[in-house]
Every structure is written in structure tokens, then in C-alpha cells.
């Protein structure tokens, strides 16, 4: 067997998911296979069957289960791990409540993918974005290497606020392209991630049940903890991030900035899509001398109010890339960020453009276009939905 | 064959194989005469203090305690409606990788978390041999919720949603059969009146390893339209008119009849419930033919394992 | 046992409440007794048995702690009531097993039987003389039934206690009485040593009332005096030549003396009653032929039944509807002149009486007749003012009291010819009523019994068909022949306590643990092996009541506004 970690490796992100699994050394793995996620809990079912990863499978009927199964280990104590994509996590809906509801450290990955009808295997955040209120945090990558790190990240710090956590990558995009990612000595990774040592758990012999019958005299406190865990997260990711940036070589924060000190327009992505707007930006700025940049939103829950009003306070234009439609409203991406804006007395102009669906093409022409659509319009004209590469 | 003493009793302090230990506190939610909580009770006793439990929505939500009590002596989670067995597995696996491997797990559920809403996942547990022993109690109906029919509401009775002019009229699933098809490695019935089969049945699962199921018939007063006091009665009539027969499976095949008791009449049990007084003599005796026919499949089944069904315990008292 | 924390646990806000729903307190914090409308209560009821034995024995209570492995508690309760098992065990004609609810299962359970393991068991163990004494003496005129058991009771209570006997030999109608063959000398002779061991002191033949022991003086000698001498007197035929009868209860006597000679070869025993058969079947033994004369028919018969059953089974000769009217000596013959009688109208005692056939004489030849028509107690040595007109003892049923201070009487004494468990509950009662004469009380009577329980309060769920465990008799054949040798063998210990286990015990809590076992609210508690209902917490659903086997759980309302785990 060639060395599995603390060496560089070129793989599909989906494989990055099962490494950053195994650095994380999870202990309960169980998991539903459906595409475009399955080849993550195969590669971790190879990795528990080799004894690579001391972990134990439980291979279910389903993904209710499979969020079912991590929730009774979590619940026993056990650092539990599920993959999962579309229609998948949609089964799980119902649990994913119970799990945040428990307080349970579950991380979850969920390879973005279109709902059926009709349909459709490609890359599309409808998925993950509708799971928004069941108290779980969100993180969107970009990379092969963010989603490995995302793994690791995600165990500390909801092992640290008791809330579980998803990352979230791109069907195909991410989940089957190959890329270089270094997969960290394991005793680096230990160094950044301690074992989970339960504060809430099911001790035998010892008394105590989890989640008993609430009045309404404790129910709403207990809803009010669960927020008091995000604001609790929203604070501790930035140190969290410069921590693995020291021990494991790179930085994360709730978001990334790129080439936006002087920008006075401002994309703001989500995902692998992040990649192909830096690129056109990027060209944009060398051909055209464009004052543009990128803000990339990594996490979706907690919503990072403060960061992005300090980024996005005093631009002349914003221009939201949504992935998904929240039907009736629009692209949810864009919503978030002008609620977030509101506050703001110079807030810019937010456009809100939604593209891509069930794993169109998004290519760097269309982001051109999208900036210069975005140039063109009267500060006011603001429809809730700018309709990119829809065939009307 | 394997000789069982059935509630071989009335004497001194006859309880002897029954645990003096408590799992149950008193003061908890049950209904006067609650099947479901003797049940819960009995059941922790045979399985002692190593215990974890997990709960789907069902009475026993609330008969465990609401927040911040609990009326277990074990720690206990609850759980989603259609998952008690998964998360028990993942309870299982959890305490496993915890360094509790020798921890029962112990999966509690109604009828309708286990014949109904959690039957994907408790075929799912069955069929991969999760190391779990699941308890279904039931009380045939969704009593929590105010007494709607579910898959284990028998023939002919009367619930909120089948109502007497139109009683329940399709056969209580098979459970037993179906999760004997799974070749788990034990399946049981048993019920409250015969506390020893019980026990011994409970202990006998703890003891093995892989999936285990008890199917455990608990009367409930207020769903079954009965006087508290006749829970145990009542599920002795079932016994006794052989409409519940006691008996297990191991390994999906050997099938031992645990009591052949006389027979009595199927009114004897019908008319100790207002669930069926509606029931006209036609109804009554079409109820008979099938007890009938049942009981004498799990004989042949019998049969066939034992090659007699001489032996077999014909008294279930002293 | 329940125990944990029943705090009530208050939060103020989410500054104090744990991160997620983790319950930590018990539902001991919430008392459910308020959801009580009927609360059960352990109330303790008599076994049918119980009332139906005259000494009202607990059956039920004695034979719970011989199941529990507890043999000196079941002695112990026997004793309180009857300190004679081991006779009883063997002569009483077991009222108790009459009314047995397992006689709707099955057969009544062998009382007797355990009674008689119990009372050999407890044969050696008895005899420790009281831890005080109270200085007070009682005489007790007569070492019957009622005399020892007065004299056990008595001795008991510390008082000193000298026993008059006219024989040379104590025991009275036991050991004068009853043939050994039913009851062995052996098993009264240990008895009395027992109660010598007690320090109860016996002075025998001595017949008081006789010039040389006038009853004034024993009265002046002790501080009560219990007359238990019995009922000797035989009634008299009024027929010519009945002086030519022996007395039934006299030949009984010199058999118990040792005398093995029957009066003849064939011979007559007029009379249907327990003497008769007694008289008949010891005939038998000493090889001698009986007939048996009685003027109505076996059905009218007196004899306990059981009496008359082994002498049928002895082939004992009997000749019914038929009396004598005289009798005459003809050569070494009884000639007996017969009439053959008919049924006629009720007579006083509900059965028909016995009305000759005219012109049915006929005579029968016996080599000798003994009477057995009857006795009744013989009064003359009391003074007149413990008398009534007819010439019988006034006496306070539940005392034994008579008119005259001081002087107490009970058994056949009082009641004419009964048995011997009647005999002892006269002793006792009247041992009691002395004691409290003793601190100037008076004894109002026998505490009353609690409610009998009726079959239908049993819950038969509980019981299996049974048979009982029969006793080994020596075969007919061998037994006719021999007058020492006890007819009926006891019970193995094993027997006995299959047997024991076949007792419902009625009414008393045999401390099965039904109640406790089946509690949905896990409200009754074990402890001292015993149920203890827990009342902060029963919800009084009733379950404990209907599957007591033994209704000793009752549910009675709850009183309004009393719930909340108060005794009512």
C-alpha cells in the first residue's frame, strides 16, 4: 500500500471528502450510495476494510438512515461522519433537524446536485440551500483541497458549538475532477484536531435522556442556545481558520476576498463557480483595467452579516451568482446578501443573477457578461431575478 | 426441546428468575392499567443496568419523561418516528468505537414505529444483523395520538379511523414472519400475563449477538375501550384464546411454540374490550376461523423444527 | 425499592438550561397520586378454612411460612391456636378442608395432613416453660383436649398449673378414648411431656368431687379452677336386661389399659355415633366379629363420615332400622329381642324419627353387646348455682365463666360428646378468659374473624389442576388386624410441602409478589419480602387487585379530597 497521508496526491474531490474523512479519524461512517457522491463512502469503505480507518461502516437503506445511524453514534459519543447529494439530503430533511436539535457534532458531505423531476445529476446548490433552517452550518468550497480541509475544519468547530456541520462541493465539477491535494500527516492534523470528547452524551449506567418532551416554558430557549451556537460559530471560525493555517499551512476565513481592495464592482460566488468568475475577473482586470474582484461566501450558516457588510459597504455594484432558485423569490445567494446589506445606509445596488441549473455550463464569457450587464444597469434596476443563459 | 416454565407461580416469592432490579421510576406519564410501561419496566429488569435506549415517537415518549426528567434508570435518546432501530445500530456502533462493546442496545418501539412508519428501517437493521435487541410493544394502534388504526390492528376493531360502521378489515401484519424471513437470528413474541416467558425471552436475546426482536403484545385500557385494571387479564385471554400465541424463532427457522394452553373462546378476549362489542356473531366467528388457521400454522411450524408437537408446555400457570 | 432524586428541578432561563433537552431529573419529582379514584389496600381476609376450624386455626399464615422454608414460624402460628397438631392432625375431622376454595379447582387441599408433619415436626421442640411467672395458680380438673390445652395456654402466660386427672394415666378421651390405631399413645404421651416440660404439674387419680377431694377446696387452692372433665355419662336405653351391655366408652378404656381380649366372638355395638364406630373397629382388631345395630338408616348416622367409611371399608356388619327392646341372657349368649324400625316425622334434631314396625320383633345372638348410644357430661360434683334446670353447667360460650367466681368449664363438659378441635378452642378461650379474670378484665369473647373469602374472589388464572398427595394407608387386610399400628401414614416433607403449595391462602398475602410484578407505575415496593403500596405514586388502575390470586388486595374509593398520598 503506497503511503496515505503525508503526501500529495491527485484526486477526484469526492476522494478529497473520504481523505479528509480519515485524517479526521472519524469512528462511525454510514452512508446511502447515490450519484454523484457515492465514490466518497466507497473510498471509505475500502479505507475502514483495509483497517486503514478504524472506523465502523454501517452501509443502510437509506440516507434517512444514514443521518439516523450518525445521529444514535453521535448521540453514544462517536465522531460521525455521512455523505449524501440532492434528493439524498432531502431524505434526510427530517433528521438533519433531530441532529442539530441534539446538539450532535455530525459532519456531512453534500455533493451539490439538481432535485428531480425531471431528472438530473449535475451540479446545483438547490439541494443544500433548502436544508438553510435546520440548524446545521454550511460551507461551500471551491477545491479539492478546501473540501479535504473543509472535513477536518468542520469536526472542530462543531465539535467546539455542538451543531453539525455540511460542506459542500460541486457534482462533477468538484466531486469527479482530479486535482493535486496534499493529505496532511496525520499527526499534524491530530495537532489541529483533538479527539471529540463529548460533553452531552449516553453514558451506560449512567442516568440521563436526550431530548425529552419540551414545554413551551424551555422549547424557545432551546431554539435561542442553537442561534447563540451559530453567533458562537461565527466567531470562532476566523481564529479556527488562522489556526489551521498554522498548523496545516493554510488560512480560511467565513470568506475569501479576491482582488477586491480597489474593486468597485464585486461578483459574489459560491462553490467551484468561484473559480471560473476569478478567472474572467482576473482576465477582466489585466485587458480592461476593470476595478473588479470576487467575494467568495464559504459559509452559508452562520451567515456572516458583519464580514460581508464590511466587504461589500461603499461599493458601486454588486453582483450575486445563484446557482439555485428559491422558486417564488429568487436566487437564494442574493437574497441572504441584500438582507445582509439592509442595515447599510450607502449600500450598493445588488443584482442577483441565477445560472447554471442542473449543471448548465457557466463559463467565463457568461461572467464577462454578467459584469458588464451588471455595469449597464440604473442603480434602481434591481428585478429579483436577472435570468442568465435561460433559453426564454 | 427446550422445556419453559410459564408463569410457574403462586408460590413464596415465585418471581425468582424476575430481577428485584428497577429500571423505571414511579411518576411517570402512563395511563392507569398502561401496558406499555409495565412492559417497559419488565423488560428493563431482564436486561440490567448496561443498557442503552432509544425511543421513537410513540406513548413511551412521554411515559419515559418529558425535559428535565426522565423515568429511566438507563440513559435513553429519543428518537424520529421511523428510526428507532438505525439509531439504536448507530447507538451501537457509537458505544462500540466508545469502549462499551458489551452495552445492550435496545430498540423501543410501538406498533406503528415498527409494523408501520419504521418498517424501512427496521428491515434494514434485521436484514444486516445489527447488533441490537428491538422491543416492539404492541398496543395495536396509534394510541399516542388518539387511537388511529395502524398495520397491527387486528381484524374487526374499532379505532378512531375505522370506525364501527366501518371497523378495521384487513389482518394484523404478520410481523413475526416477516422479520423471521429477515434470518435473524431471534424473533419472539410474549406478552405481560406470562412475565417469565418474558424474562427468559429477554434474557435469551441478551445473550445472543446480531439482530434480535421481541414482539410484545401491551394492552392499552383507553385504546382497547377496557377498565385499567384488566391489562394483565386481557393479555392473558389473548394467550389463552391462542389469538397471540407464544413462540419464537431462531435464525428464521427453528420454531418452538413455547405454551399450547387449552384454547378458550375468542369471545373470552373480544368481549373484554369495548374495541370489539360491535362485532356481530358472524364477525365473531369469522375472528374464530382465523385464530384457528393461525394457530395451526404455528403448530406445523412447530412441527416441522420439533418433528412432534408433544412437549409442548400446555399450562402457562403454577 | 424506588430511590433517586425527586427534586423539581426550575430553570430560569437559557443561562442555566443545558444545551439540548438532557433530562437529569426523575419523575419521582411528580407525584402521580392524584390521578388516584380508587386506591388499593393490602387488607388481610380469612381463608374459608379459618372460620370453619373451631379453633380458627390461620391456616393459610401457617402454611405461608412452611412454603417460605420458615418450619419453627409455622409451628409457631399453629400453636398460637392449637397446641396439639399433632393429634388434630391425625383425629380432627378437618372442618377446615370442607369449605377449601381449591375444592372448585380440584380437592381440598390435605390441611390435616400438613398439620400432622407440622405437629410431629414440632412434637420434641415444644416444652420451654414461661419467661415469667406470674405467681397466680390454676387448677384444671381433667387432662382431656380442653384441660391440656387450658393447661398449655395457662402455662404460657406464666401462671402455675397443676393438672387433676382421675386415671392413672393422662390424656383423657386421647388417650382413653381414641383407639391407638388412630391415634398412637406414643404421640399423646410426648405431648404431655412436653407440657411437663413447661412446668405444668399433673396429679393423677385423682378424682375431684369425690370425698376426698371436694371441688371447695381445689377452688380455695388455686385462683381459678377449669373444669374440662368431659361427658362420661352413658344415656340409658331403658330396656330390660341392658345392664347386660358393656359400656362403650369403659371397653374403649381397658383396651387403652392394655386389655387384648375381646368380651366375645360375636359381637354387638348398638349405636350410629364416632363411639360406635370406634368400638366396632377395635372389636375387629382384637379379633373379635361386630355388628352394628342402629335404629335409623347410614344416612341419619352420627358418626363423622370419614369413621364410617373405614369401618364400611373394614367390613364391619351393620344392621340399620332396628333396635333392640330387650335383651336376655341365654347360656353364654346375649339374646337381643329386635324390632325392625321405620322413618317417621322430623324429631328436634332435623332427623326423622325412628318409629317401630309392628309385628317386625326378631331376635338376634350375640356372645356380647356394647352399648354406644350416646353420653353427656355428668354434673353432679358442681355446686347448685353453676347449674340450670336441666342439670347442665351455665357457662359463657366465649369464657367458659360459669356463676360461680372463679371456677371456669369448657369442652364436652359443656357441650356433651364433640371433638377434640372443639375441645382445644374451649382450653384456649377459656385459658384467655383466666388471664384477664386474673387483672379483673373480662374477655368480651373471640376476636371476630376478617371477611371470608368467596371462591369467586380468587382468581383461578393463577392455579393449575393439582391432585392432592394422599396419605399411605396400611392395606384393609393387614389393618383389621391390628390395634396398635397406626392405620394412616403422614406425608413425606416433600409431600407436604407440595401440598402446601396447593393452598390458595385465601385472604392472607403469601407474599407472591403479583402486585408488585405486574405495578405499571412500578408503585408497590418489595420489602421484608412484602408488598408496601406506594401511594405518592399508585395511579390506582386496579391491576394489583384483580391479579392478587388471593384477594387480599382491595380497592376501596378514594376519599374526596384526601388523595395526594394520605392514608385514608
Known amino acids: 500500500m ?125 439541494d443544500s440551500l433548502s436544508q438553510r433552517d435546520t440548524g446545521w452550518l454550511q460551507v461551500y468550497c471551491e477545491s479539492n483541497q478546501e473540501v479535504l480541509d473543509s472535513v477536518i475544519f468542520s469536526f472542530k468547530i462543531s465539535e467546539q458549538v455542538l451543531l453539525p456541520s455540511m460542506l459542500v462541493l460541486d457534482a462533477f465539477v468538484l466531486s469527479h475532477t482530479y486535482e493535486p491535494v496534499e493529505i496532511y500527516p496525520q499527526q499534524r492534523v491530530d495537532e489541529f484536531l483533538p479527539p471529540y470528547d463529548p460533553k452531552f452524551t449516553l453514558r451506560p449506567s449512567e442516568e440521563g435522556t436526550m431530548g425529552g418532551l419540551s414545554a413551551p416554558d424551555t422549547y424557545f430557549e432551546f431554539r435561542y442556545k442553537i442561534q447563540q451556537a451559530m453567533e458562537k460559530a461565527i466567531a470562532l471560525l476566523p481564529k479556527e481558520g488562522e489556526l489551521f493555517g498554522e498548523i496545516l499551512g493554510r488560512r480560511y476565513g467565513l470568506v475569501e476576498e479576491f482582488l477586491l481592495e480597489d474593486a468597485d464592482t464585486v461578483l459574489v460566488t459560491s462553490g467551484a463557480l468561484t473559480s471560473t468568475a476569478k478567472f474572467a475577473v482576473h482576465r477582466l482586470r489585466q485587458e480592461k483595467k476593470k476595478k473588479v474582484g470576487v467575494l467568495k461566501m464559504r459559509y452559508f450558516r452562520p451567515f456572516p452579516f458583519e464580514t460581508v457588510r464590511k466587504i461589500l459597504k461603499g461599493r458601486k455594484r454588486v453582483a450575486v451568482l445563484d446557482r439555485n432558485l428559491s422558486f417564488g423569490h429568487g436566487g437564494i445567494w442574493s437574497s441572504e446578501i441584500k438582507s445582509a446589506l439592509y442595515p447599510l445606509k450607502d449600500r450598493p445596488p445588488v443584482y442577483g443573477y441565477v445560472l447554471g441549473l442542473g449543471g448548465r455550463d457557466v463559463t467565463p464569457k457568461d461572467i464577462l457578461e454578467i459584469i458588464s450587464d451588471a455595469e449597464h444597469r440604473d442603480e434602481l434596476d434591481m428585478p429579483e431575478i436577472i435570468w442568465k443563459g435561460v433559453k426564454k | 426441546m427446550e422445556k419453559t416454565s410459564l408463569n410457574h407461580r403462586v408460590d413464596t416469592f415465585t418471581w425468582k428468575e424476575i430481577d428485584e432490579l428497577e429500571n423505571v421510576y414511579p411518576g411517570h406519564l402512563a395511563c392507569q392499567g398502561c401496558g406499555a410501561s409495565l412492559a417497559m419496566r419488565l423488560v428493563l429488569k431482564a436486561l440490567g443496568s448496561n443498557t442503552v435506549m432509544t425511543v421513537p415517537a410513540c406513548c413511551s415518549t412521554l411515559i419515559v419523561g418529558t425535559f428535565p426528567y426522565h423515568s429511566l434508570k438507563v440513559p435513553m435518546f429519543h428518537t424520529a418516528f421511523e428510526t428507532a432501530a438505525i439509531t439504536a445500530a448507530g447507538i451501537k456502533a ?225 | 425499592m424506588n430511590t433517586g432524586k425527586s427534586k423539581v428541578i426550575r430553570y430560569k432561563g437559557a443561562h442555566d438550561l443545558p444545551d439540548l433537552a438532557f433530562s437529569t431529573g426523575t419523575t419521582l419529582a411528580g407525584k402521580t397520586s392524584g390521578w388516584r379514584n380508587l386506591r388499593p389496600v393490602l387488607m388481610e381476609k380469612s381463608g374459608p378454612c379459618i372460620g370453619a376450624c373451631p379453633a380458627n386455626v390461620p ?47 380440584d380437592e381440598a387441599v390435605s390441611i390435616r395432613a400438613i398439620e400432622r408433619f407440622m405437629g410431629d415436626y414440632a412434637l420434641e421442640k415444644k416444652g420451654a416453660p414461661p419467661g415469667k411467672e406470674t405467681g397466680k395458680t390454676v387448677g384444671i380438673v381433667g387432662s382431656g383436649p380442653a384441660g391440656l390445652t387450658a393447661a398449655y395456654y395457662l402455662r404460657k402466660l406464666g401462671h402455675t398449673v397443676v393438672v387433676y386427672e382421675r386415671s392413672q394415666i393422662p390424656g383423657g378421651v386421647l388417650r382413653e378414648g381414641i383407639p391407638a390405631y388412630r391415634l398412637p399413645p406414643m404421640i399423646v404421651d410426648k405431648e404431655i411431656e412436653s407440657l411437663k416440660r413447661m412446668g405444668i404439674l399433673f396429679q393423677l387419680g385423682v378424682e375431684v368431687g369425690n370425698g376426698r377431694h371436694p371441688v371447695d377446696a381445689l377452688m380455695k387452692q388455686h385462683n381459678a379452677v377449669f373444669f374440662a372433665i368431659g361427658a362420661h355419662q352413658e344415656q340409658e336405653m331403658k330396656i330390660p336386661g341392658e345392664d347386660l351391655f358393656i359400656s362403650g366408652l369403659r371397653f374403649l378404656e381397658e383396651v387403652a389399659h392394655g386389655r387384648r381380649e375381646p368380651p366375645g366372638e360375636r359381637v354387638a355395638v348398638i349405636g350410629g355415633g364416632n363411639v360406635a364406630m370406634d368400638v366396632a373397629r377395635t372389636l375387629l382388631r382384637l379379633g373379635a366379629t361386630p355388628t352394628i345395630l342402629y335404629r335409623r338408616t347410614e344416612k341419619e348416622m352420627p358418626a363423622l363420615q370419614e369413621e364410617l367409611k373405614r369401618a364400611r371399608e373394614d367390613g364391619i356388619e351393620f344392621l340399620f332400622l332396628t333396635t333392640p327392646v330387650s335383651a336376655e341372657k341365654v347360656y353364654n349368649w346375649i339374646v337381643l329381642k329386635m324390632v325392625k324400625m321405620q322413618l317417621g316425622e322430623k324429631d328436634k334434631s332435623g332427623r326423622p324419627r325412628p318409629v317401630p314396625v309392628p309385628g317386625s320383633e326378631y331376635e338376634l345372638h350375640f356372645d356380647a353387646v356394647i352399648k354406644a348410644v350416646g353420653e353427656y357430661p355428668d354434673t353432679s360434683i358442681f355446686p347448685s348455682e353453676a347449674l340450670n334446670e336441666k342439670g347442665w353447667l351455665i357457662v359463657n360460650k366465649n369464657t367458659g365463666a360459669t356463676p360461680v367466681r372463679g371456677l371456669f368449664a369448657g369442652g364436652d363438659l359443656v357441650d356433651g360428646p364433640s371433638t377434640v378441635v372443639e375441645a382445644i378452642a374451649w382450653g384456649r378461650k377459656s385459658a384467655f378468659a383466666i388471664d384477664a379474670f386474673f387483672r379483673g378484665e373480662t374477655v368480651a369473647g373471640e376476636e371476630k374473624l376478617p371477611k371470608t373469602v368467596p371462591y369467586k374472589a380468587i382468581n383461578f388464572d393463577y392455579f393449575l389442576q393439582t391432585p392432592g398427595h394422599k396419605q399411605l394407608e396400611i392395606p384393609v387386610a393387614k389393618r383389621i388386624h391390628t390395634y396398635l399400628q397406626e392405620e394412616v401414614g403422614g406425608l413425606t416433607f416433600q409431600e407436604v410441602l407440595a401440598e402446601a403449595s396447593r393452598c390458595f391462602s385465601c385472604g392472607h398475602c403469601n407474599a407472591c409478589g403479583n402486585c408488585w410484578l405486574f405495578c405499571p407505575d412500578a408503585a408497590i415496593d418489595w420489602t421484608d419480602n412484602a408488598p408496601l403500596i406506594n401511594y405518592d405514586f399508585c395511579k390506582g388502575c386496579g391491576i394489583c387487585a384483580v391479579e392478587c390470586p388471593r384477594s387480599v388486595i382491595t380497592l376501596v374509593e378514594e376519599v374526596p379530597g384526601r388523595a395526594g398520598g394520605k392514608d385514608v
Not at chain 2, 155 to 162: S, V
Not at chain 2, 171 to 197: E, M, S
Open chain 2, 94 to 318: 457509537g458505544l462500540s468505537v466508545r469502549g462499551y462493546p458489551d452495552t445492550t442496545v435496545l430498540a423501543w418501539g410501538g406498533d406503528g414505529g415498527t409494523f408501520d412508519i419504521g418498517f424501512a428501517a427496521l428491515s434494514g437493521a434485521a436484514e444486516r444483523n445489527e447488533d441490537i435487541i428491538y422491543v416492539c410493544y404492541d398496543n395495536e394502534a396509534y394510541m399516542n395520538t388518539g387511537i388511529q388504526r395502524s398495520s397491527a390492528t387486528p381484524w374487526g376493531a374499532w379505532t378512531t379511523t375505522t370506525p364501527e360502521r366501518h371497523p378495521e378489515d384487513k389482518p394484523k401484519k404478520d410481523i413475526v414472519g416477516i422479520l423471521a424471513a429477515h434470518r435473524v437470528p431471534y424473533v419472539a413474541t410474549a406478552t405481560l400475563a406470562y412475565p417469565q416467558d418474558l424474562t427468559r425471552k429477554v434474557k435469551k436475546a441478551k445473550d445472543l449477538k446480531g439482530f434480535r426482536f421481541i414482539h410484545l403484545l401491551a394492552p392499552c385500557p383507553p385504546g382497547w375501550r377496557m377498565e385499567s385494571e384488566l391489562t394483565i387479564l386481557s393479555s392473558r385471554l389473548a394467550v389463552e384464546t391462542r389469538i397471540f400465541p407464544l413462540y419464537e424463532v431462531e435464525n428464521g427457522k427453528r420454531y418452538t411454540l413455547n405454551y399450547a394452553p387449552k384454547g378458550r373462546p375468542i369471545t373470552d378476549y373480544l368481549s373484554t374490550q369495548g374495541r370489539f362489542k360491535h362485532l356481530t356473531p358472524e364477525q365473531i366467528h369469522y375472528i374464530q376461523q382465523c385464530v384457528d388457521e393461525n394457530w395451526a400454522e404455528v403448530m406445523e411450524k412447530h412441527r416441522l423444527t420439533h418433528r412432534t408437537t408433544e412437549g409442548i408446555p400446555a399450562s402457562g400457570y403454577q
Open chain 3, 59 to 105: 391456616i393459610p399464615h401457617y402454611i405461608t411460612a412452611l412454603r417460605q422454608g420458615n418450619m419453627d414460624e409455622a409451628v409457631r402460628i399453629i400453636l398460637t391456636r392449637n397446641p396439639f397438631p399433632s393429634i388434630t392432625g391425625r383425629v380432627c375431622p378437618h372442618y377446615c378442608e370442607v369449605g377449601c376454595n381449591r375444592k372448585r379447582l
Open chain 1, 2 to 126: 503506497s503511503k496515505i497521508t503525508g503526501t500529495t496526491k491527485v484526486i477526484t474531490g469526492n476522494h478529497a471528502v473520504s481523505y479528509g474523512a480519515l485524517l479526521s479519524r472519524v469512528q462511525v461512517i454510514s452512508a446511502y450510495p447515490i450519484t454523484p457522491q457515492t465514490q466518497i463512502v466507497e473510498e471509505l469503505s475500502e479505507f475502514v476494510a483495509d483497517g486503514v480507518l478504524p472506523a465502523r461502516f454501517i452501509n443502510v437503506e437509506s440516507e434517512h438512515s444514514a443521518m439516523s445511524a450518525c445521529i444514535g453514534a453521535s448521540a453514544a459519543g462517536a465522531r460521525a461522519f455521512t455523505a449524501t447529494s440532492s434528493q439524498g439530503l432531502a431524505l434526510m430533511h427530517e433528521m438533519l433537524h433531530w441532529a442539530a436539535g441534539s446538539r450532535l457534532p455530525i459532519v456531512l458531505a453534500n455533493v451539490n446536485r439538481a432535485m428531480a423531476p425531471p431528472w438530473n445529476i449535475w451540479t446545483d446548490q438547490t
